[in-house]
Antibody, heavy 120, light 111 residues
Framework: EVQLVESGGDWVKPGGSLRLSCAAS????????MSWVRQAPGKGLEWVGR??????????DYAAPVKGRFTISRDDSYNTVYLQMNSLKTEDIGVYYC???????????WGHGTLVTVSS | QSALTQPASVSGSPGQSITISCTGT?????????VSWYQQHPGKAPKLMIY???NRPSGISNRFSGSKSGNTASLTISGLQAEDEADYYC???????????FGGGTKLTVL
């Protein structure tokens, strides 16, 4: 059974930092392109970024609103993908989902999400 | 970069068919066959219903179908059931800046 389990969501002040983790199991993680998608309270989905598999180069790409502030990395030995979030803003508030690009930009597996709150 | 455009809400009675549209540009929906559709029930994670415009993942009912014409993609749900009541989001690869765009979401109400 495929499982994606996010953790690390918390309350942080504007300008602060947070690192989210997503532990994967039930599929070949080393071959997977992993993405983060977020959802502000009562709002729609927003793509945050993704990291390719190491065999495909391992590069990460980001959405414009988070570029330069967020960094995605992966540790294939722990089947885990990370989202390092710096210089957090109130507009970064939301549930952050970990997901797999399983079907050519179709995200097949999703975690349950972890909540990030940014407030003074 | 703007999100893809979806109607805010649609509704239908059990057994009927409904269609949700998703309008983009030639840089996303119109330029690539990488349109996906997701269903999201309140408090739950999204669920992939359609990928690459008109393909269903294993386990998804054939009541769900997708299509595309020009810069507009569509999701059709036939034989509406109560459990289809949810929010639906489209997404597309884009060649501009952000690699993936989502639509603003459509709330489906089954009357």
């Amino acid at each position: 059974e495929v499982q994606l389990v996010e953790s690390g969501g918390d309350w942080v002040k504007p300008g602060g930092s947070l690192r989210l983790s997503c532990a994967a199991s039930g599929f070949t993680f080393t071959n997977a392109w992993m993405s983060w998608v977020r959802q502000a309270p009562g709002k729609g989905l927003e793509w945050v970024g993704r990291i390719k598999s190491k065999t495909d180069g391992g590069a990460a790409d980001y959405a414009a609103p988070v570029k330069g502030r967020f960094t995605i990395s992966r540790d294939d030995s722990y089947n885990t993908v990370y989202l390092q979030m710096n210089s957090l803003k109130t507009e970064d508030i939301g549930v952050y989902y970990c997901t797999t690009d399983q079907y050519n930009h179709g995200y097949g597996y999703w975690g349950h999400g972890t909540l990030v709150t940014v407030s003074s | 970069q703007s999100a893809l455009t979806q109607p805010a809400s649609v509704s239908g009675s059990p057994g009927q068919s409904i269609t949700i549209s998703c309008t983009g540009t030639s840089s996303d929906v119109g330029g690539y066959n990488y349109v996906s559709w997701y269903q999201q029930h309140p408090g739950k994670a999204p669920k992939l219903m359609i990928y690459e415009v008109n393909n269903r993942p294993s386990g998804i009912s054939n009541r769900f179908s997708g299509s595309k014409s020009g810069n507009t993609a569509s999701l059709t749900i036939s034989g509406l059931q109560a459990e289809d009541e949810a929010d639906y989001y489209c997404s597309s690869y884009t060649s501009i800046s952000t690699l993936e765009l989502f639509g603003g979401g459509t709330k489906l109400t089954v009357l």
